[in-house]
């Protein structure tokens, strides 16, 4: 009666997670990449749910499901660490680089490989029927230790996100910013997988131990770990969904009309500015744009452009030469980069424009960039 109660849980967290999967992929109300990380997550775990969920009584359905790669850990913990960044930080993406994290995944896939190996052995005449057993032992085996870098994975990721949103945290009560939704759900996100680390490490220390992997699993099965990834589908599913709905691109950014800018706002907006271009160095981007630092910094552009102009009385691209100005000096000052020419080290420090670069650089220091390097040569 408990395990009937139990497996209808999970198959409707399964179920739960194929429904909202999809609705935050597609969904055009919230921003799109942290919608998308999400459903990725929930979709994963849904697939796990799946695999333990489902009663099969016909054995080759069984076999099938067995041979299919529905439990895929590895990929969980970067998808944790991009949908933390993504809402943190607007311009962030997916490259080539935030790719490799997830190249782990194969690890997930090596029981299902031994097994297509034993399938296609069969096929060709290599193995007899009878050899079964022993290949199906040795995947058994795989997937009891493979848990150890699962956990180990997961983990990581998870403790690098929370690092993220303390610093995150930290640059905003600096700045004073108003985060009113955002930090708190993603404390609670972080929170809950902290929780189920714990709970998978309680199992997984004696799950590893053979002396003790059968006495438990006819026991209590994979129900400790499954229900609450059952419940987890559930909760992440319904509050990250409202989260992203109440969350539609462009509401962070509070739009306000420069004429009724407050001392506050104007010393925020400053602050903010000041930690993209020192911290974040936007001003490498030869193409910067005040709406590129817009998004990033999540405020209109009309305000960074009024806060510049009648503030601090400098134009946008002035602002954003100063840094620039300021990489290349520090790059000649460097004996490392003797090796280099002015207009590569300016190309370098964001310049896209050797005109441009000459007539600033004078403009900012009161000598053309030969002038200068041939003064650090002299020194």
Known sequence: MVDSFLNTLLVLGTLQGFILSPLLWFDRRGRRLPNRLLAALIGLLALASLAVSVPVENRWVSFLLDLAPLIMVMPMGPLIYFYTRSLLEPAFRIGKKERRHFYPVVLDWGAKMVGWVFVLGLLV???????????????????????????????????????????????????????????????????????????????????????????????????????PIAILIYWLGLKGYFHARSNPVGSIARKISPSTLSAETIAQTVGRLKTAMQADKLYLDPELTVEKVGRHVQLPAKTISFVL???????????????????????????????????????????????????????????????????????
């Open 309 to 379: 102009n009648q503030h601090l009385q400098k134009s946008f691209n002035g602002f954003v030469n100063e840094y620039r100005v300021a990489a290349v000096k520090q790059s000649l000052n460097d004996p490392s980069n003797g090796h280099l020419t002015l207009t590569g080290i300016a190309f370098e420090c964001g310049f896209n424009s050797q005109a441009t670069f000459q007539r600033t650089f004078k403009q900012l220091t009161g000598v053309s960039p030969k002038q200068y390097g041939s003064r650090l040569a002299v020194a």
């Open 125 to 227: 005449g290599v193995f007899e029927p009878g050899q079964g057993p022993a290949w199906g032992l040795l995947m058994d085996e795989y997937n009891a230790y493979v848990d150890v870098p699962r956990w180990a994975s997961l983990t990581f990721y998870v403790v690098q996100s929370a690092r993220v949103l303390r610093r995150h945290k930290a640059l905003t009560d600096r700045q004073g910013a108003d985060w009113p939704q955002t930090l708190p759900w993603l404390r609670q996100f972080l929170t809950v997988f902290f929780a189920f680390q714990l709970l998978w490490l309680v199992f997984l220390i004696p799950y590893i131990i053979p002396a003790f992997r059968g006495f438990m699993l006819d026991r209590i099965g994979w129900y400790p770990i499954y229900v």
